[in-house]
Each structure stands twice: as structure tokens, then as C-alpha cells.
């Protein structure tokens, strides 16, 4: 509750945030976030009545739902976030962490963009990649939607590359990866670069080093 009612002050004196709502355990949670449809919901792991990684995918398997799960946990590397990546949350914050790194992963989130440092996505997704044991489909069959280039910068995305990384990289303009970026999203039917991420790791597109 303490930590509940500290991030709750801490948010609401930002400009640009407002908490919509609170949740008591994980199935208010889900009503709360189907009731409101905020931008974000920040979820604790361990919750009576529903757990976290349960109610993120019930929040991000409602039909149409555009809401962004950031999940709250004790640990960097703790083995329940990669069950939280694969039910749908867009990224993870400490418990810990202090109200700039709060504010700033709530409206990284919101926009889509990337959450975690690169260094820091790679090493969680690519374990996120070992810990998965379900059989994957074909390459060609996930990732035929896309286009050559489209395929690129999803794999660049999966290195934890920016958007200015990639354009350098490939020699285009910024707009032009994002559009690439947006049109990657769109056809894939994911939310956001975290999605993707997890995406081009489960379709082997990227291994782990």
C-alpha cells in the first residue's frame, strides 16, 4: 500500500501525468483498466486475488485494448518479468527506483518508444529468448508480412538500437525508420518497440549472443 500511495504522489505532481485510478489486488486491476483505459498501468508482480503477470495479459488480450503495462518488480532480473514480457507488459521498472526513472519509463512507455537501455534490453530479452521453450513457427512464416527492409529495422529494434541509431546505421532519415517502425507495429499486430523486440527474438530473426 505504502509503495502503491508513494508512486501515486510522486506521478500526480508531474505536469503531463495523472493516475486515473489505484487497484487494491490484481482483479480490481483489470476492471479498473477496462473501466478507465488508461495509457499505462504500472503492475506489481505478486498481487492477492490475480497476479500480475495473469492480469497483464487480461488487461492487453482485451479486444482493441491499447492500454501499456509497466511492470513493477524487486528485481532487474527477476524470472517473473520474462513471463510478464511474453503475457504482454512493455517493459519493467524496480521498485526502487526514484521519481525522475518513475515519471520518465510512465511516459516512455505511453509513447511506445524503447524503455530499457539497450544493454539492459538485449541481456532481458535474450534471456526472455532462452527461458522460452514453446516451438516456434518458421521464420518465413512469422516475418513474411514484411518487407526487406522492414525486417532490417525490426532486427535492429531487437538490439536495442534508437531510432537515430538505426537511420544512421542504414542511411535513411529518421522520419523514414519511424514510419518503417510504425508500418513493422501495424502489420505484426504488436503495441510497441518492447513488443517487437520480443517478437523478432521469438521468431529467431535475432539470437542471443
Known amino acids: 500500500m505504502m509503495v502503491r500511495q508513494g508512486f501515486t504522489v510522486l506521478l500526480n505532481a508531474e505536469p503531463d501525468i495523472e493516475v486515473v485510478g489505484q487497484a487494491v489486488n490484481g482483479l480490481e486491476a483489470v476492471a479498473l483498466a477496462a473501466e478507465l483505459a488508461p495509457d499505462v498501468v504500472l503492475m506489481d508482480i505478486r498481487m492477492p486475488e490475480l497476479g500480475g503477470i495473469e492480469a497483464t495479459r487480461r488487461v492487453t488480450g482485451e479486444a482493441g485494448s491499447q492500454v501499456k503495462v509497466l511492470v513493477l518488480t524487486t528485481f532487474d532480473l527477476d524470472e517473473y518479468v520474462y513471463e510478464a514480457l511474453r503475457a504482454g507488459a512493455s517493459g519493467f521498472l524496480l521498485k526502487d527506483a526514484s521519481a525522475d526513472e518513475l515519471a520518465h519509463a510512465v511516459r516512455v512507455v505511453a509513447s511506445g518508444d524503447a524503455l530499457l537501455a539497450p544493454n539492459i534490453t ?17 521464420l518465413k512464416e512469422r516475418v513474411g508480412v514484411l518487407t526487406e527492409r522492414e525486417t532490417e529495422v525490426l532486427s535492429l529494434i531487437a538490439q536495442g538500437l534508437s531510432n537515430a541509431e538505426i537511420a544512421a546505421g542504414l542511411v535513411l532519415a529518421e522520419q523514414t525508420v519511424k514510419t518503417h517502425v510504425s508500418r513493422v507495429l501495424v502489420k505484426l499486430g504488436l503495441r510497441d518497440r518492447t513488443q517487437a523486440a520480443v517478437y523478432a527474438y521469438e521468431s529467431r530473426l535475432v539470437t542471443p549472443s
Do not use: G, N, V
Request: glycine residues 0%; hydrophobic residues 40%; charged residues 35%.
Open 122 to 138: 538485449k541481456r532481458l530479452i535474450a534471456e526472455f529468448s532462452r527461458l522460452t521453450e514453446a516451438p516456434r513457427a518458421p
